[in-house]
């Protein structure tokens, strides 16, 4: 039984439907939980894979957070070891900037519903392949990543065109959160610090806008997201090629 590892920053965020589809492929979870053990060591040659997933803060709080550099450290050793990476949303910008991609603000922050464009890349990508050509999908960020050089463009949105990528044959980069339903959708819209970032971000919605538009859109894509984590997870099991990445540190 292969072992997943997992990166968890704030318990708002967990592995939501990517969890029952990991266990499910008979595959063991590792979680390091970095609100409650900010301090964890991360030993990497474990596993098999990693995933990294969101939270509030940014790749410049490393300073900081200094749990943050130790990640990146992480995935570096990862994409060496030429073992699968998926990056969501805050995980994505840790898994660019590993790469040398810039990080910052986007002009307009995402929080809702938003259509999700595939790239020409994106069209043929056999990971992204269950997804549609255009489709809506969940979104909750303020910042976003360039897409890291020698990585491929897969798809973007009419507010924020860096929506994910892939480098190599199995480091991916979402910037979109497949992994909701709507329990977990309900969950960020109850929590206070998520409702004041609504609140405060000057998109012209608000929270029961966007549960209406859950409603309308939560079943199609959660079929397609369990389609596009099952193909991501099944490059757990594929031959592992190693990566040469330039040497960094992540101070």
């Known amino acids: 039984m292969s072992r997943l590892l997992v990166f968890q920053h704030v318990a708002a965020e967990p592995l939501g439907t990517l969890d029952p589809l990991i266990r499910r492929r008979g595959h063991r979870i590792r979680f390091k939980n970095f609100e409650r053990h900010p301090d964890a060591q991360l030993n990497v040659d474990r596993y098999r894979g990693l995933v990294v997933l969101g939270g509030p803060m940014n790749v410049q709080d490393h300073p900081q957070r200094p749990h943050l ?60 392949a269950p997804l549609q050509a255009e489709t809506p999908v969940f979104q909750w960020h303020g910042c976003r990543f360039d897409i890291p050089k020698d990585a491929v463009h897969l798809a973007q949105s009419p507010h924020c065109a860096q929506q994910a990528f892939r480098h190599g044959d199995n480091a991916y980069g979402f910037q979109f959160h497949l992994e909701m339903d709507e329990r977990l ?7 206070p610090a998520y409702r004041e970032e609504l609140a405060a ?41 190693r990566h040469t990445l330039p040497s960094r540190e992540w101070v």
């Open 69 to 128: 550099a130790n990640e990146m450290r992480a995935i570096e050793k990862m994409l060496e070891q030429g073992k699968p990476v998926l990056g969501i949303c805050l995980g994505a910008q840790l898994l660019a900037h590993v790469l040398g991609a810039p990080v910052q603000r986007n002009e307009t922050p995402e929080i809702g519903w938003y259509p999700l464009r595939k790239t020409a890349e994106g069209m043929t990508d056999p990971v992204l």
């Open 185 to 191: 959708v309900e969950r960020w819209l109850a929590n």
């Open 201 to 241: 971000s000057g998109l012209p919605h608000d929270a029961d806008a966007i549960r209406a538009q859950t409603r309308q859109h939560i079943a199609a894509m959660q079929e397609q997201a369990d389609a596009v984590f099952n193909n991501f997870l099944d490059l757990v099991g594929r031959p592992q090629r």
